[in-house]
């Protein structure tokens, strides 16, 4: 016998889904005698006729029956031969999108029924849309009412292209398009004489035999701790239920946002203790030593489980009131509920083309991507790779109305002063997430001084402290990005410029960059100064000209004094002495390491 | 999907979840007990979620004072036996006013159990009430939510649930205001019968078939269950051997000639059933939407 199977019924209203189902329970069977009875009687006193209505089985809300809609999700149970199911029948009206989402984020697997009359329609594509963002990989498409259109194989082509180009880049495992008719009973429990040209299974046989399953115990152990139990002092367990992977007794884990490393005491399932534990089970965990964890934290055996204050995430608006930026909200992840604010509004997501198209309001049943910022961090994954720990709801603080779900796409993290009504990606949101103020460390003096050297030196000295950096070297940079560059004084001048401009960049991206050129003219520093603004350090490395000529690393001033250079720096080339660097060092009264030491310290003020 | 967990597996982890998510994040929780068997599913699952402390709340039964008389020594063992805090309440001015199931019908039912419920929970102030609710049961039940809001009144508006999604339960609420927790929601009676069949947990003896004294009132089964059933004119007692599919107030829980006398044969029977639970329950004949009804006044 296949596992459970919980899969949704959704799709415009009038398309036929309570019928759907009331007519599979029917047909199967799998009706107890007095809810048959009920039915009958109470289709006779309903609104259709005489005729048996199957929707009244699952409509069952007062005010559903008077007005002949489903406003809320109703939960079927039942069993074949071959399998257990729940079915969440939804409701298709655009009012009460919401519950349907209920529906979606309960389900494995989604029925989506179109009226063969009228095709793929705005609201089969916002089920469909909200289906893909719940997490539902398997969709049956079930076109209904083939018999209003005379079985017409070349119709029910057309709407299956529709749906499959629609659905195209879902991210779906399995889609089943069937050509059925929930009224006459065409292709629910068994294939039907009218549609001889379908060659797939009828609607239960196909859920009866699906496999939905995904393999989640491969996968690194997660556990969101729901609450700590202690009732006494030599017990102190963390129970909750394992999302993925499992657990052996002695395993290593590390507990997030704390970052401790501890090894399984004992494991208990239920009441049973146990050497292992996997997915899907209720879990009470004892470590082997004290660590900070309480209700909202995680335990983990993977390194990828991130924790953050700040992310971005698509969301279903669910209020009735608008969604405005810079409201404070109840975010609950996992276990942990914190205040967050939706910070910036990106765009919204069109239902109909899955475009992305800019905002300025947000009304219920729309699809939006924000970002959100929490008041302290919170441990998560992205929700493709663990629904426990991607999936949110926002929470009215005054209402306490579920004001929106969500899925959390990637982290973001915040700078203290950036301005977050601009949505981009900023410079300083790079920097932060390098954990460093970028830099362009400008080293400037005479060939032979030691400029390379000593930032070479240098920036190796950043990196062992964890910094990010790049060396941009003169004569390395004249090989690539300046080799269309001669040494006329306009070329020297662009030669600048353009690295002042790259500087600029690599701290853009963060980085702190280290640039090792002669760059003699005060002008052209000024200009570099001015591209790079308050990054811009400059390292005059001003080791005199006469111990520059002695050491005449390349053999350069020779050829110069030989007349083989034309304006050679220092010899027929004036070098413009800095008026004010922010560090200077004279190479010729220090070792090497010395002059890094010097150096570095100086660089230090202006990182902190 | 966890393929290694049975269906039943996956229940009990659900149950457990919830339980426990209530027990984290309401202030004032209580477990609503009524001795019946999906109560004794629900307390067998607390006492496995906090294992091995015991339930961090109190468990309630609201006594109507026309209960079965093994369910209350059943009630009164299983407490001790677990050493678990369980609180009875009466509705003492329902009884004073002689309040009965005879002479005042539909409005018995009101006093003394939803009015007496709603006493009960503002005495106390209990903040979030679990239920034992089962989706299964009746067609208002199936549109419920786990966590069921009410309003300062006890009230449910069906019309306007608080979307649930996922497992991220919203237990959020203001003073006065309170929540109906289901962890049993997505069981259905036969999981109930096999669950308590593979857990051994204990259930009251009225569920098994016995002779029993009887008379039949209305096409049911009502047991005598003490002195105070007054014969109707035509009315007699008769030993059959009957059991009940359900327990609540004995005149109203009507009993079904049956010879299952263990589990196995309940299940076999209930497998088999032709007839869903709730119509053994009298008051549910009354008018289709008469449960939601109810409901929408506080009727658990």
């Known amino acids: ?608 | 999907m966890r393929h290694h967990l049975s269906h039943l597996d996956q229940l009990e982890a659900e149950a457990i979840y919830i339980i426990r998510e209530v027990a984290a994040e309401c202030e004032k929780p209580v477990m609503l007990y009524s001795i019946g068997k999906d109560s004794s599913v629900m307390l067998h699952l607390a006492m496995k979620a906090f294992y091995p402390e015991k339930p961090p709340f109190p468990f309630l039964h609201v006594n109507t004072t026309w209960k079965f008389k093994e369910m209350i020594d059943f009630r009164d063992r299983k407490a001790k036996e677990l050493g678990i805090e369980m609180i009875e309440h009466i509705n003492q001015e329902g009884v004073e006013q002689g309040i009965n199931p005879f002479d005042h019908g539909s409005a018995y039912t009101d006093i003394m159990k939803t009015q007496s419920l709603k006493q009960a929970l503002d005495q106390y102030e209990f903040t979030a009430a679990f239920g034992g609710g089962r989706r299964d049961e009746e067609k208002s039940r199936a549109k419920e939510r786990v966590f069921s809001f009410r309003n300062k009144n006890h009230a449910w508006d069906p019309k306007n649930q608080k979307p649930e999604m996922w497992k991220l339960y919203n237990t959020r609420i203001n003073k006065g205001e309170s929540m109906r927790v289901f962890p049993l929601s997505n069981w259905t009676e036969k999981d109930i019968w096999q669950y308590i069949k593979r857990e051994n947990i204990d259930i009251v003896p009225l569920y098994f078939a016995k002779e029993r004294p009887v008379v039949e009132r209305d096409g049911n089964i009502v047991m005598v269950d003490d002195d105070r059933l007054k014969l109707e004119p035509g009315e007699e007692i008769k030993h059959k051997k009957v059991r009940f599919r359900t327990l609540g107030c004995y005149p109203l829980t009507g009993g079904v000639e049956s010879e299952a006398e263990t589990l196995d044969e309940i299940i076999d029977e209930t497998l088999g059933a032709v007839s869903s639970e709730r119509t053994s329950r009298v008051i549910d004949q009354e008018a289709a939407g008469s449960m939601e009804r109810r409901k929408r006044e506080g009727y658990f």
């Open chain 1, 1 to 608: 016998m296949k596992g459970l199977l919980k899969f949704i019924t959704c799709g415009s209203v009038d398309d036929g889904k309570s019928t759907l189902i009331g007519h599979m329970l029917y047909d199967a069977k799998l009706l107890f005698a007095d809810q048959e009875k009920a039915l009958e009687l109470d289709s006779k006193v309903g609104s259709r006729g005489g005729e048996i209505d199957y929707s009244l089985l699952l409509d069952g809300l007062m005010a559903e029956r008077e007005q002949g809609i489903t406003i809320d999700v109703a939960y079927r149970y039942f069993t074949t031969d071959n399998r257990s199911f729940i079915v969440a029948d939804t409701p298709g009206h655009e009012e009460y999108t919401r519950n349907m989402a209920v529906g979606a984020s309960f389900a494995d697997l989604a029925v989506i029924l179109v009226d063969a009359t009228k095709g793929v329609i705005t609201q089969t594509k916002r089920h469909a849309r909200i289906c893909a963002l719940m997490g539902i990989k398997h969709v049956v498409l079930a076109v209904n009412k083939m018999d209003l259109i005379g079985f017409d194989q070349k119709r029910f082509e057309e709407i299956k292209n529709d749906f499959l180009q629609m659905t195209y880049g879902f991210n779906l495992e399995s889609v089943q398009v069937i050509p059925v008719s929930a009224t006459e009973g065409d292709n629910i429990t068994k294939n039907s004489e009218n549609t001889l040209w379908y060659d797939g299974k009828a609607l239960l046989p196909y859920l009866e035999d699906i496999e939905v399953e995904e393999d989640v115990d491969q996968e690194e152990f997660v556990m969101p701790v729901q609450r700590v139990s202690r009732p006494n002092h030599t017990f102190r367990g963390f129970q909750g239920q394992v999302e993925a992977g499992h657990i052996k007794v002695g395993d290593e884990l590390i507990t997030l946002p704390s970052q401790e490393k501890a090894n399984v005491k004992s494991i208990l399932v239920t009441d049973h203790e146990v050497s292992e534990a996997g997915a899907g089970q209720p879990v009470t965990v004892q470590l082997d030593r004290e660590v900070d964890v309480s209700r909202g934290c995680v335990i983990t055996t993977s390194e990828n489980i991130q924790v953050t204050d700040m992310f971005t995430a698509t969301i279903l608006w669910m209020d009735d009131t608008e969604l405005v930026e810079g409201r404070n909200y109840l975010v609950k992840v996992g276990t942990k509920l914190l205040p967050g604010t939706v910070m910036s509004i990106k765009n919204k997501i069109d239902i109909n083309t899955g475009k992305e198209v800019p905002a300025d309001k947000i009304f219920k049943n729309e699809l939006v991507e924000c970002d959100i910022s929490l008041s302290e961090n919170m441990v998560f994954d992205k929700f493709e790779n663990n629904e426990a720990l991607g999936g949110l709801i926002l929470v009215d603080r005054v209402t306490n109305m579920t004001s929106a779900c969500g899925v959390i796409k990637h982290e973001l993290r915040r700078s203290t002063n950036v301005v977050w009504q601009d949505t981009d990606v900023t410079r300083e949101v790079r920097a932060q997430q390098k954990g460093q103020k970028p830099l362009t460390l400008w080293f400037t003096g005479l060939s032979g001084s030691g400029k390379s050297t000593l930032a070479n030196e240098v920036e190796k000295r950043l990196v062992a402290t964890g910094h990010h950096t790049m060396l941009l070297d003169g004569d390395n940079v004249r090989h690539g990005l300046n080799k269309n560059l001669g040494f006329k004084e306009q070329d020297r001048v662009e030669n600048i410029r353009r690295i002042a401009e790259v500087g600029k960049l690599m701290n853009d991206a963060g980085l702190i960059a280290l640039t090792s050129f002669i760059s003699p003219y005060d002008s052209d520093r000024q200009n570099a100064r001015e591209i790079i603004g308050d990054s811009y350090i400059e390292i005059f490395v001003s080791t005199p000209l006469e111990v520059c000529e002695e050491r005449d690393v390349k053999g350069l001033y020779k050829k110069a004094r030989a007349g083989e250079i034309p304006n050679f720096t220092g010899i027929s080339s004036p070098y413009e002495k800095p008026e004010n660097p922010e560090i200077e060092i004279d190479t010729s009264k220090y070792s090497l390491e010395e002059a890094t030491d010097y150096v570095v310290k100086e660089i230090m003020k202006y990182l902190d």
